[in-house]
């Protein structure tokens, strides 16, 4: 047994058995062990960032991890932007990097690059095997990084010999360490907190932006009279019917600052001190009130929901009353008619959304946030970008139909985002996967137009013309079929509603342009 096939057995020992890939001449004897070793399925990328940005979107449904197969430091380097969106959102992967056989190295041939250095900007765990007996043991390990709660990217650089060379050897698999215990006196200080006088908000990161933690949280708050809001990174949570939709802290930093400043004390839940994404101009980059008080209930890498399940005991609330959601009686949502709108769009997303649905939401500014969609539509998961590298929502959209196996997904879009991975529509449509993207084409990178004005800049001829996508004109519906992607364009709410229901009795990807 080679190398490379003891790194396949390890991984699938490790229950990797999905491999997002775009090979080079580096990983071919990797590639070709996969023929050798059944059990891994392996799915192209035409570019890394579409590879990276898949593993991403397949953590968040399956909450376990995949591969990522990489061609030597440019490839990595391509794939980082979704890998950086990867690491915000907590999303594990095991992340294979290819390399040069280690007696070539010391030559510096043209793909020679410090790939661990460029691998730890994103990872937590980074390891070159130094033989092929150790290659599966690292492999273990690696599984067992990328394991770890909450869920950390761990990259393995496979230098080419050592996938080649005899000797690999199968171990047992990777065990990850259990998540640091919760601290008692902080979950008895947050009990004293929601006792006090004033305004109080419990603020849930992402590894409590489940339908477990959420009750709890929204119990609590109930019985304190605190309230509940997530954290602006967040990655994916559950909406519809059956849940209590929650806000986020919103993108914009004035308007941030403006729902921030009611409260006085803030508990925070497995997330940091809310910041602005940017510095603006006298503007603070911490978003509470300075007088707010903060407390830390629980870090990332702790058990928030054991944490808030110990406040709730605390508290003496009945655990057999958590969860229950009120369940309102919703009217059927209409199908609206008539010229597009973002609030229009909700209602049409609303009324046809089949249940245990998928929404890859990076629709950015064309969008009200979709209120009534997360109120009442078919119970569904809501997935947004969150390291604020754009170009993330097709990849992951990908990525999570195939960990959702047969779940539709909706890809809100936008378009400057869009033209960054197109290529996942070739996956979607190679894979067959059940991907609808809606393509929201206002021919220009809008978001831009209010960041001028927010770091006071006054643009010019010149400075708009970097924001214009119209010149040319991007004919996107026909590059989806170009892709294999059956694609149509919508100018109304009758032909957009028409193509949406289409798509959702399809079996494979559609793509609708909607030209707003």
Not at 167 to 178: H, L, N, R, S, T
Not at 434 to 455: A, D, F, H, M, S
Request: hydrophobic letters at 40%.
């Amino acid at each position: 047994m080679n190398g490379a096939e003891s790194l396949v057995r390890s991984l699938l020992a490790n229950g990797v058995d999905t491999c997002f890939a775009n090979p080079g001449t580096s990983e071919m004897h990797f590639v070709a062990a996969l023929d050798r070793v059944p059990g891994v399925r392996c799915i192209l990328g035409l570019q890394e960032n579409v590879v990276t940005g898949m593993a991403d979107g397949y953590y968040r449904i399956r909450r376990a991890p995949a591969a990522t197969l990489l061609h030597c430091g440019p490839g990595l380097s391509n794939g980082l932007a979704n890998l950086h969106n990867a690491r915000r959102a907590e999303s594990g992967i095991v992340n294979i990097v290819g390399d040069h056989a280690t007696a070539h190295r010391p030559y510096d041939s043209p793909l020679t690059a410090d790939v661990p250095a460029l691998a730890g900007t994103v990872s937590a765990f980074v390891c070159t095997p130094r033989s092929a007996t150790t290659l599966a043991s690292d492999a273990g390990r690696a599984s067992a990084a990328a394991k770890q709660h909450p869920g950390q990217i761990a990259t393995l650089i496979l230098p080419a010999d050592i996938s080649w060379s005899d000797g690999g050897v199968e171990v047992a698999p990777g065990v990850p360490d259990p998540a640091p215990v919760i601290d008692p006196h902080a979950v008895d200080t947050a009990r004293k907190l929601l006792a006090g006088s004033g305004r109080k908000l419990i603020l849930l990161g992402n590894s409590t932006a489940t339908k477990e933690a959420a009750a709890l949280a929204f119990a609590i708050a109930d019985h304190t009279g605190a309230e509940v809001m997530g954290s602006s990174l967040i990655a994916a949570h559950p909406a519809g019917r059956g849940t209590r939709p929650f806000p986020r802290v919103p993108y914009y930093v004035d308007h941030a600052i403006e729902v921030l400043a009611k409260y006085d004390t803030v508990l925070l839940v497995n997330c940091p001190p809310p910041v602005g994404f940017f510095g603006y101009p006298g503007k603070p980059s911490e978003l509470c009130r300075p007088d707010a008080l903060l407390h830390t209930l629980t870090r990332s890498d702790q058990d928030g929901t054991a944490a808030l399940m110990l406040l709730a005991e605390m508290l003496g609330l009945d655990q057999g009353s958590v969860g229950a959601v009120p369940t309102p009686k919703l009217s059927p949502v209409e199908l609206p008619q008539g010229e597009l709108s973002p609030e229009k769009l909700d209602l049409a997303l609303a009324a046809l959304l089949p249940a245990h649905a998928i929404i890859v939401d990076e629709s950015l500014t064309y969008s009200n946030g979709y209120p009534v969609t997360k109120a009442s539509a078919e119970p569904h998961d809501w997935l947004i970008i969150t390291g604020g590298a754009i170009g993330g929502g097709m990849p992951v959209s990908t990525g999570a139909a195939v960990a959702g196996e047969g779940r539709r997904v909706v890809n809100l879009q936008a378009d400057g985002s869009a033209a960054y991975t197109l290529q996942s529509l070739w996956t979607q449509a190679r894979e067959n996967l059940p991907c609808t993207t809606v393509l929201l084409n206002n021919g220009r990178y809008n978001i831009l137009l209010g960041e001028y004005k927010n770091v006071g800049a006054v643009p010019g001829p010149t400075a708009m013309s970097m924001l214009d996508l119209g010149n040319p004109t991007i004919r996107w519906a026909e590059m989806a079929r170009s892709m294999g992607v059956e694609a149509v364009t919508a100018t109304s709410m009758e032909e957009y509603t028409k193509a949406l229901a289409h798509s959702f009795a399809s079996a494979g990807p559609y793509f609708i342009e909607l030209l707003v």
